[in-house]
């Protein structure tokens, strides 16, 4: 499968807990992006990397995430002392060069904090 | 400010045509998409514009005006596997051009036989 993979799918959590979800990008794509949906919702971006270099933040993501694609491959989002509001999918995506180039999506990761 | 707007749920017959309509108004712009979504799943990739017109493709065909901020996808022959949300998205608000997509609600649609 040449698609964008994430792991985990799944992750409950108790609020107060530090998790890491891993995006696996489609190999020749240099651009990576995390957005997070919730319940009929659109997803929202939350950042963008191009190669190894976060280029884009959203205001939406707090000083308690973080983002980082150390070689211009997968990429990890971090978020630290988990509260209820961030329950959620998070989804990531991945394209080819400038904008206007299609992204693809990854089935995302599903997080429950309790 | 940036805003995309398209109806919360539409529901059609198995067999019949539907346009899901999406009116949008962002700082920059650089092409439309619009996403298939169904239920637990990832967003799958249906259609691009990015100049006025018609894209056709099988069943689905996507129109854009960039005069108006408006967009509709047409999907023809529907059938129950149909039933999903469906995203529009506008691409390359400034500043700078990330390519990042801003989502409207999504729109879900419900084949009844």
């Known amino acids: 499968d040449t698609g964008v993979s994430q792991d985990p799918r799944h992750k409950i959590t108790k609020r107060g807990q530090n998790v890491t979800f891993r995006c696996d990008p489609i190999s020749e794509h240099n651009r990576l992006y995390w957005y997070r949906q919730t319940l009929g919702q659109g997803p929202e971006f939350l950042t963008y990397f191009q190669n190894e270099a976060q280029l884009e933040k959203s205001r939406l993501l707090s000083d308690r995430f973080s983002a980082e694609r150390p070689k211009g491959s997968f990429s990890t989002l971090e978020i630290q002392r988990t509260e209820q509001g961030d329950s959620a999918m998070y989804l990531c995506?991945?394209?080819?060069?400038?904008?206007?180039?299609?992204?693809?999506f990854g089935p995302g990761t599903r997080l429950l904090v309790l | 400010g940036q805003n995309i707007d398209q109806p919360t749920e539409m529901t059609a017959t198995e067999g019949a045509i539907v346009q899901i309509n999406c009116t949008y108004q962002?700082?920059?712009?650089?092409?439309l998409f619009w996403y298939q979504q169904h239920a637990g799943e990832a967003p799958t990739f249906l259609s691009y514009?990015?100049?006025?017109g018609l894209e056709e493709k099988g069943r689905f065909s996507s129109f854009l005006s960039r005069s108006k901020g408006y967009s509709y996808l047409l999907l023809k022959e529907l059938q129950m596997k149909d039933s999903a949300s469906y995203l529009c998205?506008?691409?390359?608000?400034?500043?700078?051009?990330?390519?990042?997509?801003?989502f409207g609600q999504g729109t879900t649609l419900q084949v009844k036989p």
């Open positions: 962002t700082s920059g712009f650089n092409g």
């Open positions: 514009n990015v100049l006025d």
């Open positions: 995506a991945s394209s080819l060069t400038s904008g206007g180039e299609t992204q693809y």
């Open positions: 998205a506008v691409s390359g608000s400034r500043p700078g051009n990330t390519g990042k997509l801003i």
